[in-house]
Each structure stands twice: as C-alpha cells, then as structure tokens.
C-alpha cells in the first residue's frame, strides 16, 4: 500500500504563461494565496504566443499545462496568458484532468462590475484582440467591447522603457485611436481592460493617458479573485496542516529557453526575485 | 534507372529565415539572379529567434534548412536571418550537404570595403548581439565594431510605422546612446551596418539620423552579392537551358505557421506580393 496523498492538505496551483508576463497574475495570486505552493512554467522557447495560429497556440498551450500537471502534481491550473485563454483554453481543459482558469472571463466580469455605461475598451495582443474573446466574454455579460491589438507595448515594457516618454507617447496612439473607434460607434466607454499580462507594469502611463473617469481593469488582478473563488481553497487550513504557519509560499519556476533572461527580467513582473528558474524541454 | 537530375542546370536557392524580414536578402537576391529558382522558408511558428538561446536557434535553424534541401532540393542555403548566421551557421553547414551563406560576414566584408576610419557601428537583435558575431567578424578584418541591441525595431516594422516619428524617436535614442558609448572609447566610426533583415525597410529614417557623412551598409544586399560570387552561379546559362529566356524568376514560398500574415506584411519586404504561401509543419 502506497502512502496516504498528502496533496490535498496543500494543493500546488499550476500557473502557465508563453513568457514570464504571467508572473503579475503570480503575483496577484501570491498576495492573495500566501501559503500555497505554486509551479510557474513560462514556455519562452516557443514564445510570443501572440503572433501565432490557434492551432500552434493550442498545441503549446496543452503541452506545458500537461507539464505541470503531470510532472509538477499541480492540482489546479491558472492560464496566466491572455492569448491562451482566448485561443486554447478549451484545448487545456480537453488535455489536463484538473480545473483550469483563464484570464479572460475574470476580466470580463471585473469590467462588469466597473462600467456604468456598459461600453468598455480592451487592449491586448494581435491574437487576442482576433479572437475577439474579450468581445464575446463581455457580450455574454451585457457589455459592449471594442478590443483594440498594441503589439509595440510588450516590447517596450520587456525593453524597461515603462516610465518612457516613447512609451507614454505610444499608449497615446493607441488610446487615441481606441476612443476614435468607439466614438464613431456612439459609445461611452467609461472602463478599460488590460487584456496582457505584460500590461499592469503600464499601468502609472496608462492610468495617466486614460480620459478622467475611466476605469483601469487588470485581468491578473481579476484572475487572482477567481481563482481563490473558483478553486474554493481552504485557505485558513493550509498553515496548521503543513505546520508551517509562518512559512512563505513554495514557488518552483520553469522556462523552456532562456532561463537567464528569465531570472533577469522576471522580477520586474513579480516584484520580487523569481530565485532559479529549471530549465525544462517540452521537445518542441 | 531513374530520370537524369535536371537540377544541375537550374539550381535552386533555398533562403531560410526565422521570420519573413528576410524576404529583403531574396529581394535583393531576386534582383541580381533573375532567372533563378528559390525556395523560401520563414520559420514564423518559432519566431523570433532573436530572444532565444544558441541552442533552441541552432535546432530550429537545422531543421528549417534540411526541409529546403530534402524536401525542396535546394542546392545553395542562404541563411537571410542575422540571429541564425550568428548562433547556429556551424549547425547549419553540419545538417545540410550543401554550401551555405549567412549574412554576417558578407556585412562585415562591405563594413571593411566602406569604412576609412576602421571604426564600425552594428545595430542588430539582441541575441545577435550577444554572439558577438559581428564583432567578431569585423574584428578578423581589422575593423573595430560596438554592437548594439535595438528590440524595439523589428515590432515597430511589423506594426507598420516604418516612416512614422515614434520610430525616428526611437532610432535617434538607440543612435545617441550607441554613438556616446564609441566617443567614450575614442572611436571614430564612419559605418553602421543593419544587422537585421528588418531594418532595411527603416533606411530612410536610420540614414536621416546618422551623423552627416556615416555610409548606412545593408546586410541583405552584401550577403546578395556574396552569394552570386560564392555560388559561382551559371546565370548566364540559366535561360537557355531552360528554354524559357523571358521566365520570371521561380519563388516557393513556405512558413511554419501564421501564412496570412506572411502573405498580408510579406511584401513589404520583398518588394512585390509574395503570392501563396504553404504551410509546413516542422514538428516543433
């Protein structure tokens, strides 16, 4: 007979993103989950996923959810990337056994919440914004969205150009052309979704750009409050079970390529140091 | 016994990219070997490989090439990709039997015919960069070469502000910052050399911001000129040969995924619609 599993009195939450943007939905979970354990794989061999097909998206998406669910026991799985849950969320859920979470759906409903007129704006990445699931996950809520691609912004926050004149100056552009959008539609957008895990490090210039009164929506803020309602975890329990009471949460990163950059840059999205990061090949 | 190989008499250039930027060097290829057969491969399901480790390129490069000579009996490789010539060129020659060129000593070799003070900028990705490949290059011609890495190029290229005063702003902050560091070593450069097969498309904007008199050096059309040279292609021949004096060049192209945007941003580079595009699949 085989030891009695222990997972259940402290379950490992699996977080998935194509780089190491997911690390602000990390964060958001790890101020909320302060002594869950966490397994984060950024598969940043085979990123951006933004550019991609859905097919090759959803391929990629699944292979790394399998990865740790599989080989990293997590036993809940939060898809910290925009573009894989626009485009493969039903893919993930298809291949891994454990409840799944995806970015878009909080952030939905978060907007739902905010807006008072019902017209909202979201930015995101090229793939995101074509695969209008924003649009739709909004529609089904009673919203009407205008989704707008800004595919210079992950570029330029992985560039630490986040307090730049050239940065603000880009956000402008691409704000300015958004409120032109809506206002030829006959909106009054009152609330803005941040559809990128790359995006809350933007958001002082964002904030700043916005018209006064409008609402910022971070999807990893969003998702964070899911996920702590959808997976229902006894949070109070952990500590006392695992008699750790003052021990920090367990966090176990993995990338599939550069591991240095991830180290390096990741903790500008954590806010904290992400420590070592595996490297792991999915054989893609 | 099988057909006589008629390939001796029309060869067929293979031309491999990461992405579809290098469609310039089989512009600039097209331009100077009008009757010739290509056969381009944009590898668009793994870009970009600028952000990734030597290992991952040198994979993904080792295959891409040994799809254009097995499956599409190209008989010469040009690797029109900077971060592939610099990271897994050794790779590419060991994976396929046939001779093969990339971009990076062609653009150094033109960097030594231009430069009089023997001091040379390079602006390039970052993985490029950090091969130090150009450098180095240079540097077995007597040159001296800092490099730069300018990340924010290529997505301003692919966004379509090719002539747009972001990216002018953009270009002169890389410029100044890279022009302070050669004064700080007491260089004198007189030659930038575009390290990236983007870059072409911003010369307009980059030859307005460079000092009054430095030569602009664009590594697709010296890497074109090499190839014809160290082909020791039968151009004259072609036609005859073939019977067909006034045919038009042969263009396959091939990506790895997202053929509608190859098709949709492809002819910005190539300077002409790139027709259809097939998909194949890598396995990666």
Same mark, same amino acid.
């Given at each position: 007979?085989?030891?009695?599993?222990?997972?259940?009195?402290?379950?490992? =939450?699996?977080?998935?993103?194509?780089?190491?943007?997911?690390?602000?939905?990390?964060?958001?979970?790890?101020?909320?989950?302060?002594?869950?354990?966490?397994?984060?794989?950024?598969?940043?061999?085979?990123?951006?996923?933004?550019?991609?097909?859905?097919?090759?998206?959803?391929?990629?998406?699944?292979?790394?959810?399998?990865?740790?669910?599989?080989?990293?026991?997590?036993?809940?799985?939060?898809?910290?990337?925009?573009?894989?849950?626009?485009?493969?969320?039903?893919? =993930?859920?298809?291949?891994?056994?454990?409840?799944?979470?995806?970015?878009?759906?909080?952030?939905?409903? $978060?907007?739902?919440?905010?807006?008072?007129?019902?017209?909202?704006?979201?930015? $995101?990445?090229?793939?995101?914004?074509?695969?209008? $699931?924003?649009?739709?996950?909004?529609?089904?809520?009673?919203?009407?969205?205008?989704?707008?691609?800004?595919?210079?912004?992950?570029?330029?926050?992985?560039?630490?150009?986040?307090?730049?004149?050239?940065?603000?100056?880009?956000?402008?552009?691409?704000?300015?052309?958004?409120?032109?959008?809506?206002?030829?539609?006959?909106?009054?957008?009152?609330?803005?979704?941040?559809?990128?895990?790359?995006?809350?490090?933007?958001?002082?210039?964002?904030?700043?750009?916005?018209?006064?009164?409008?609402?910022? =929506?971070?999807? $990893?803020?969003?998702?964070?409050?899911?996920?702590?309602?959808?997976?229902?975890?006894?949070?109070?329990?952990?500590?006392?079970?695992?008699?750790?009471?003052?021990?920090?949460?367990?966090?176990?990163?993995?990338?599939?390529?550069?591991?240095?950059?991830?180290?390096?840059?990741?903790?500008?999205?954590?806010?904290?140091?992400?420590?070592?990061?595996?490297?792991?090949?999915?054989?893609?």
């Amino acid at each position: 007979m085989t030891e009695p599993n222990q997972l259940s009195s402290s379950p490992t =939450i699996g977080v998935f993103d194509s780089g190491f943007g997911g690390l602000t939905v990390l964060r958001a979970l790890l101020a909320r989950l302060p002594q869950a354990r966490f397994a984060f794989l950024g598969d940043t061999a085979r990123l951006p996923y933004g550019s991609k097909s859905r097919r090759t998206i959803a391929r990629y998406a699944s292979e790394s959810a399998q990865f740790l669910v599989s080989q990293q026991s997590a036993q809940y799985m939060v898809i910290a990337c925009n573009t894989a849950s626009a485009l493969a969320l039903d893919a =993930i859920e298809s291949a891994v056994p454990v409840p799944v979470l995806g970015v878009i759906e909080p952030g939905a409903a $978060a907007a739902r919440s905010a807006s008072q007129t019902g017209d909202v704006l979201v930015i $995101a990445t090229d793939a995101t914004v074509q695969s209008h $699931a924003y649009a739709a996950a909004c529609q089904a809520r009673g919203l009407r969205a205008i989704e707008k691609a800004c595919p210079l912004l992950v570029p330029l926050v992985e560039e630490g150009w986040t307090d730049h004149p050239v940065t603000a100056q880009v956000i402008r552009i691409y704000l300015d052309e958004l409120l032109q959008v809506a206002a030829a539609q006959g909106m009054n957008p009152d609330t803005l979704v941040l559809g990128c895990t790359h995006y809350p490090l933007l958001r002082p210039l964002i904030e700043k750009a916005v018209p006064a009164g409008m609402q910022v =929506i971070d999807s $990893a803020d969003a998702a964070a409050d899911a996920a702590v309602h959808l997976f229902n975890l006894p949070l109070a329990g952990f500590a006392e079970e695992m008699g750790t009471a003052a021990s920090k949460p367990e966090l176990r990163c993995f990338a599939t390529d550069s591991v240095d950059k991830f180290e390096r840059l990741g903790g500008r999205f954590l806010g904290r140091p992400v420590g070592p990061v595996q490297l792991v090949d999915l054989g893609g």
